[in-house]
């Protein structure tokens, strides 16, 4: 991403929400009037459970030693729908995701960035729009009907801070003083306080959708970091130690040793499931389906395993690769960024599906904002406000949300009008996906109206 020239109150965004999510380190004055990342100020405890082999940073209340437990018990039980949320990074360009090649308006704005139609696949729903050609893999997947696609998301009154927009984004609330994410508050009512691993921030930090103020959530830079763990025990005497365990976990007369063998057998059972993860190497983790080079298709990958390890994941979130933040140079970064998080993205669909895992995950991909109409004097694109959103999935209906207002009507600023609003759509998904109030979880929920999400 050498090429590719963010401004600074990105870098500056980007500094401070590193800065905040280190517990107990307070916030630097960056920049006046900026929100707090939510979950600012929560505790972290680093954790290794001996049960499964995580290396955890666990956020949030809650003794750490009725873990693992609680992780045992919530991997037993039935299988949970899970959500994934995918950040790109710096507001990425929507009219170059799926653009109106042929649009007269669109190739006066846009001289130098224009995109050529040959260059794209039609886009079905509206074949005025072309996909991007680093897209093409969501394309394919959106063809076999697995993407939704909201062409212009967004929100009343656009903010074009990146860090106020993330944030409004992440709170779930065009509120500023937010402390609690909106993954956070979900799983504040529907979670436990024994299983952290049901709010996954794939990341060396939290992420603050998934911040919480009553149930633990968790942390790990990356999935090769999970190891089984036991003090003062390593080499063969380890192995012959984990190997009783599936004896040890047979059933008992007495209720109390039937339960404690049970958590026993369990952790057997995915101690073994989890022996890939430590002995990954590039893509790793046993995967079905091949997967590009880089950190994050190597996240998905882990992630994907993780799942079918039959760990009791709800929500999960990660931030995809490139900076988007495209003001100068704007098509080579906008192309490297796209093509690792597409192809990634697709192989991770496709992995789930060999798994028998894709009925279960519902995958949500977004940005702060989209990108001004017209271009710059420097081969890139300034903030804007409607941006692009996709979600994927087996069970997502597949149908574009909200219509393409098209580029001959713009905002007094130039922008692109948002035609689907991101608070109704996680409404949408926390009633139809996670089977949740909305209105427990989303300020004003009751204001926006509701998409069907799922086939």
Not at 40 to 58: H, P, W
Not at 89 to 96: T, V
Not at 196 to 215: E, N, R
């Amino acid at each position: 991403m050498d090429n590719c020239h963010h401004c600074n109150e990105f870098s500056r965004a980007s500094l401070m929400r590193r800065t905040a999510a280190e517990a107990g380190r307070g916030l630097p004055a960056i920049e006046n009037g900026m929100p707090l990342p939510a979950g600012t100020g929560l505790d972290r405890r680093t954790f290794v459970t001996r049960t499964f082999g995580l290396a955890l940073s666990v956020y949030g209340l809650g003794k750490l030693g009725i873990f693992d437990e609680g992780i045992a018990r919530a991997a037993s039980g039935p299988a949970q729908p899970v959500l994934v949320s995918v950040f790109l990074p710096g507001g990425s360009d929507s009219l170059s995701m799926l653009y109106p090649g042929q649009d007269s308006t669109y190739r006066r704005l846009r001289p130098s960035l224009k995109l050529d139609p040959a260059a794209g696949q039609v886009f079905s729903e509206d074949t005025r729009l072309y996909w991007h050609p680093k897209l093409n893999p969501i394309a394919t997947l959106h063809g076999e009907g697995k993407v939704s696609v909201m062409p212009a998301i967004g929100y009343t009154h656009p903010d074009q801070s990146h860090f106020t927009s993330r944030h409004f984004w992440e709170v779930g609330a065009t509120d500023a003083t937010m402390m609690t994410g909106w993954m956070g508050r979900y799983l504040d009512r529907a979670g436990s306080m024994d299983n952290p691993l049901q709010g996954l921030s794939l990341d060396y930090q939290l992420q603050p959708s998934l911040a919480a103020t009553k149930v633990p959530v968790a942390s790990v830079a990356a999935p090769e970091d999970y190891s089984f763990y036991a003090p003062g025990v390593w080499g063969q005497v380890e192995q012959r130690m984990l190997d009783t365990l599936g004896a040890i976990g047979a059933r008992r007369k007495d209720r109390f040793l039937n339960q404690a063998a049970f958590a026993t057998a369990q952790s057997d059972r995915l101690r073994r499931q989890l022996a890939p993860f430590g002995q990954s190497n590039g893509n790793g983790y046993g995967s079905p389906v091949s997967y590009p080079e880089g950190d994050f298709p190597h996240q998905l990958a882990g992630l994907a395993a993780m799942l079918a390890a039959g760990l009791p994941l709800r929500c999960v979130a990660v931030t995809a690769p490139g900076e988007y933040d495209t003001h100068s140079d704007q098509p080579q970064a906008l192309a490297d960024g796209l093509d690792t998080t597409s192809q990634a993205l697709f192989s991770f669909q496709r992995d789930l599906e060999a798994r028998g895992l894709a009925g279960r995950v519902l995958t949500l991909v977004w940005t702060e904002f989209g990108r001004r109409a017209e271009e710059n004097g420097s081969n890139g694109t300034d903030h804007g406000a409607a941006g692009m959103a996709f979600l994927i999935g087996t069970r997502a209906k597949g149908q574009m949300i909200g219509e393409f207002p098209g580029v001959d009507r713009l905002d007094e600023d130039g922008n692109l009008l948002a035609t689907a609003d991101f608070r109704g759509i996680y409404c949408s998904l926390i009633e139809q996906w996670l089977s949740a109030d909305a209105a427990a979880v989303i300020p004003g929920a009751g204001s926006f109206g509701r998409t069907p999400l799922l086939k």
